[in-house]
């Protein structure tokens, strides 16, 4: 089957939500893994100015756990860790997305609650990046900067998007290994960690169904989100992949 793509589009990009302070020592290891991997595009919202935690988990949790601009939700004291002020991160922020040449994107992004606090307002950012980005890319993913998406047996992304276009594929759903947290080993890069929990089936761990998935989706075919882990499409077909074909790392565990 001959393959037909607008070049005028990215062929792959990412969206992501972060806080700079929290993100920065890691940022630019992420960007290089991935472009290597084929994304040609990052939209990064800086969500540094948040006040209260993350929309998709229960209220009580982020209180007893997230604190804005020092303690992350999985309860990491990266203020305590980072010997930089926020002017240091600021520059060094615009220095690494300054070397990427134009292919980093990067969005202030301070929606608020009804009291006027800043919140995360995670699936508000992807709407946000569907109305004004979508039309410039073809396939997106929605992953965190703590996620490193990752082919256990090589396979070829681009290639492998190429085949979903072929078959009318319109979203990638891939499942999480868990590996230790980026802040354990901050001498090494993070992809370096090989310390996880094994044998942990993250496709349908719990009752419910799977458990924290992320999704590679040809943007044009989104129709509506619930949130990060729950894609809506407008026609074509959903893949879920074998964890030992392709997934991502996440460097979160304590």
């Not at 940022?27 to 472009?35: I, P, V």
């Not at 919202?45 to 209180?63: A, L, M, R, W």
């Not at 202030?108 to 508000?124: A, E, L």
């Not at 929605?142 to 992304?157: A, K, R, V």
């Amino acid at each position: 089957m001959i393959f037909n793509f607008n070049r005028n589009k990215n062929r792959l990009a990412i969206q992501t939500v972060f806080l700079a302070k929290e993100n920065i020592l890691f940022l630019k290891e992420w960007l290089l893994y991935h472009q290597h991997l084929g994304v040609v595009k990052f939209y990064l919202y800086d969500n540094s100015g948040v006040q209260f935690g993350d929309d998709n988990e229960p209220i009580v949790s982020n209180i007893k756990i997230f604190k804005a601009g020092k303690i992350s939700k999985y309860g990491v004291d990266y203020d305590s860790l980072i010997n930089l002020t926020e002017k240091d991160v600021q520059k060094l922020l615009s220095e690494i997305i300054n070397s990427f040449d134009g292919d980093v994107e990067l969005i202030k992004w301070q929606p608020k609650d009804s009291t006027g606090r800043i919140v995360y307002g995670h699936r508000k950012s992807m709407l946000h990046f569907k109305k004004n980005y979508g039309r410039y890319n073809d396939w997106v993913a929605f992953i965190d900067m703590d996620e490193y998406i990752f082919s256990p047996n090589n396979l070829n992304l681009m290639e492998y998007l190429r085949d979903c276009d072929n078959n009318k594929i319109r979203c990638i759903k891939i499942f999480q290994k868990i590996f230790e947290c980026r802040y354990s080993y901050l001498e090494k890069n993070v992809i370096e960690i090989n310390r996880c929990i094994e044998n942990i089936d993250t496709t349908n761990n719990y009752k419910k169904g799977s458990w924290g998935e992320k999704n590679i989706i040809k943007i044009k075919y989104l129709k509506d989100l619930r949130n990060i882990h729950d894609m809506k499409l407008k026609r074509g077909k959903l893949v879920e992949m074998n964890p030992g074909e392709l997934r991502f790392n996440h460097y979160n565990l304590k």
